[in-house]
């Protein structure tokens, strides 16, 4: 089974909109951490934000939100105010106690943002 | 500070060919991994070395060899390319594996096609 499931594959916004990437995980450990990356054309993996399990709130960066759901085991990437440069693809990642802490990702959802 | 860096950025090999891809970092980080990125399928660990004089099975092991030369260094070795192992692989580094909190910095990727 896959510990993290990114449901779309692609996604389209309209520049200035807000997008939300799903990501659901799947773990039984109390501690673990999400993470978020973005890969654009040019192939380098740049990490945007994290979460922690303990977390109480959700984590932002810029105009990067988590929108943690611990309950359904969701952590839905929010981009605001969408950008050209926002167009890439993003991968979700989890490390888990029970997994040694080593990063499993998502296949990723592909992000088109239209002028 | 270069962060981490691969070589080559490009090859391409035949079949039966082997050859072996270079990761070093700069951030006296404990921890690296190699991944190995096919479209449609996100990241996928091959190996990994959670301290200096360790190395690990990840997800896809299987026609790879790695060595963690030092602390800074850790190599793929390919000793009989396969069509299979066409992909684009990335080279990670983290402070460590323990916690839910250790962000990975990844290398600019060598892309590898084998004939």
């Known amino acids: 089974a896959q510990k993290i499931t990114q449901t779309q594959p692609g996604m389209f916004v309209q520049e200035k909109e807000a997008v939300t990437l799903d990501c659901t995980y799947d773990?039984?450990?109390?501690?673990?951490?999400l993470f978020w990356y973005k890969q654009p054309s040019s192939g380098e993996m740049i990490f945007l934000i994290y979460q922690g399990s303990y977390d109480q709130q959700n984590a932002t960066e810029g105009r990067y939100s988590l929108n943690f759901q611990k309950a359904r085991k969701s952590a839905n990437l929010v981009i605001s105010a969408s950008q050209l440069g926002d167009s890439a693809m993003y991968f979700c990642a989890m490390r888990e106690s029970g997994g040694s802490y080593i990063p499993t990702f998502g296949r990723g959802t592909s992000l088109i943002v239209h002028p | 500070n270069a962060g981490v860096t691969q070589t080559p950025k490009f090859q391409v090999l035949k079949t039966g060919q082997s050859m072996t891809l270079q990761c070093a970092q700069d951030m006296n980080h404990n921890s690296m991994y190699w991944y190995r990125q096919d479209p449609g399928m996100g990241l996928r660990l091959i190996y990994y070395s959670a301290s200096e004089g360790t190395t690990d099975k990840g997800e896809v092991p299987n026609g790879y060899n790695v060595s963690r030369l030092n602390k800074r260094e850790f190599s793929l070795r390919l000793e009989s390319a396969a069509p299979s192992q066409t992909s684009v692989y990335f080279c990670a580094s983290s402070e460590s594996t323990s916690g839910p909190y250790n962000e990975q910095f990844f290398g600019p990727g060598t892309r590898l096609t084998v004939l």
């Open positions: 773990t039984s450990d109390p501690s673990y951490g």
